[in-house]
């Protein structure tokens, strides 16, 4: 009975000194604070002759290569997958 109780009071006494603790609820004290050095018209007009360059979206690694046309048949690819799997040279599924 005695150690419930001493529990009791414990956890009563952590919640009383986590609730008691006062700060702002956004942390805006920790927000940084800085001055432009720029004017408003400045940064606009940098950004829009960026809206208006035409590949400003595109990378190489966006570039889709053209579809080519295999002449294999899909028929030959899987016989030679199933082939491999069988002798050894890839692995099957997951279990790699």
Request: charged fraction near 25%.
């Amino acid at each position: 009975m005695k150690s419930s109780s001493l529990i009791a009071i414990a956890s009563l006494a952590l919640l009383a000194s986590v609730g008691a603790r006062a700060d702002e609820a956004d942390g805006s004290q920790y927000a940084l604070k800085f001055e432009s050095t720029r004017a408003r018209a400045e940064v606009l007009a940098e950004a829009r002759i960026e809206a208006a360059r035409a590949d400003k979206n595109i990378s190489s690694s966006s570039v889709v290569a053209p579809r080519v046309q295999s002449k294999v048949e899909r028929a030959a690819v899987r016989a030679e997958a199933v082939q491999a799997v069988r002798s050894g040279l890839i692995p099957r599924g997951e279990a790699a």
